[in-house]
C-alpha cells in the first residue's frame, strides 16, 4: 500500500479529489471517502472530521449540491452531485495542481526521489 | 458472547455538537450519524469486533470542537444565503400571492359566490403552494421535506377534489358526509355511491401523490406511507376528536348516545379511504435509482 499523505497535505487537494470523483457519478459522503482512499491506495484518506466540512464549504460555494435520498435498507444518505459551476472548477484545479507539481519538481526534484 | 447493542450515532453527534459555535440542523446530525454506522457497519462486515469496531468508527473525529468549529463556519454563510434566497423568491412573490388569492377565495366563500371562480382560485393557489414547495425543498430539513409538506400537499388536494365534487356533482356535500355516514345502506343503493365512488379514486391519486413527493423529498417507506395517507389520518382525527368535541359544545348528544354511527363514520370516511391511499402510495414504497 502507498504511505498515506498526512493529512495537512491531503487536505488542500480535498477540492480536486471530491470535484472529479463527483464528476463520474454523484456519491453520498461515506462513500466519497472510501473511493478516495481506495483509488489512491490508502494515499489519501479523509476521515469524517476532513470531509464534510469541506463538502459543507463546496456546497455553500455553489460546487456541488446535496439531495436526500433512502437506501433499500431505509438508511436515509445525502448524494452530493456536481453543479454546473462546479464542472466549470475542474479543469482550472486540475491544471493548477498540475502547475504546482511542476514547480515543486523544478523547486525540490520530487519526480526523482 | 453477547453483541452489544449498536451505538445511537444520532444521539452521539447531537450530545458531540450541542456546544457548537452555531447550532448544527438537523441534517447535519443524520448525515454525520448515517458516516459512523456506515464505517461502524463497514468495520463489522470486514470481520473487526464489536470493541474493535466501536474504536475504530470514533477514530474518524479527533477532536470534536474542531468538527464543530468548522462546520458552523462552512453552514452560517450558507444558511443566510439561503434565507435571503427564500425571502427574495418565496417571501416577496409567491407567499404573498397565495395569501391574496386565499383570501379572495375565502371572500368569495363567505359569499356563496363565483363557484367556478372559487375552483380557479383554490387550484391557482395549489398550483403556487407545489412551485415554491419544489422551489425551497432544498432548503427544508428532511423531515419537513419527506413527511410534512407531501402530507401536506397530499391533504389539500384531497380538500379540493372534496370541493370540486361538491360543485359539480352536488350542491351540499355535507347532506351526503351524514347521508352516507347515518345511513349506509345508501352507499349501496342510493345516489350517494357516485359520490363515494369518486371520492375513493380521488384518495387512491392522492396517495400516490403524497408517496411520489415523499420519495422524491428523500423518504424512508414510513414517511411515504405516511405521507400518502395523510388525509385519512386528518379525517381519522375530524371523526374521532372534532366532532365529538364539536357535539359537545353545541350539546348535541346524538353521537354519544348512538356511538355506533360515528364509528361507522370513521370507518367510511378514514379506514376506507385509508386503504385507497395506501394503494396508491404502494407503487412508490419502491427505491429510485439514482442517476
Known sequence: ?113 | MPERMKPDWTRLVREHLKNSPSPCSHDVIVELATHFEEVYDQARATGSSDTAALRRTLQEVEDWDVLATEIARSKSQEDSMNNNAMSQRTKNILLPAIAILFAIGLVLLFLDRAAALQMFIWIACMGLLLFAAASEASRLNLRTRSVWLPGFVSLVAASLFLFAEELVLVHDSSFYFTDISLRPAHLIFGMPRWFYIAWLVAQVLCGALGASLSRRGGGNCFARLASGSFPALVMFAVCTIVIPASAMFEHNHFIFHNPGRLWMGVLIWAAVPALAMLLGAAPFLKEATVS
Open chain 1, 1 to 113: 500500500m502507498t504511505k498515506r499523505i498526512s493529512p495537512k497535505i491531503a487536505r488542500g487537494s480535498g477540492e480536486l479529489a471530491i470535484l472529479a470523483l463527483l464528476a463520474e457519478q454523484p456519491l453520498y459522503g461515506f462513500e466519497i471517502a472510501r473511493q478516495i482512499g481506495e483509488r489512491t491506495g490508502g494515499a489519501l484518506q479523509f476521515t469524517l472530521a476532513s470531509l464534510y466540512p469541506l463538502l459543507y464549504e463546496m456546497e455553500k460555494r455553489g460546487w456541488v449540491e446535496g439531495h436526500w435520498q433512502s437506501n433499500q435498507a431505509g438508511r436515509d444518505r445525502r448524494y452530493y452531485r456536481l453543479t454546473a459551476a462546479g464542472r466549470k472548477q475542474l479543469a482550472p484545479l486540475r491544471e493548477e495542481w498540475r502547475s504546482f507539481f511542476h514547480a515543486l519538481d523544478c523547486l525540490a526534484g520530487v519526480s526523482h526521489a
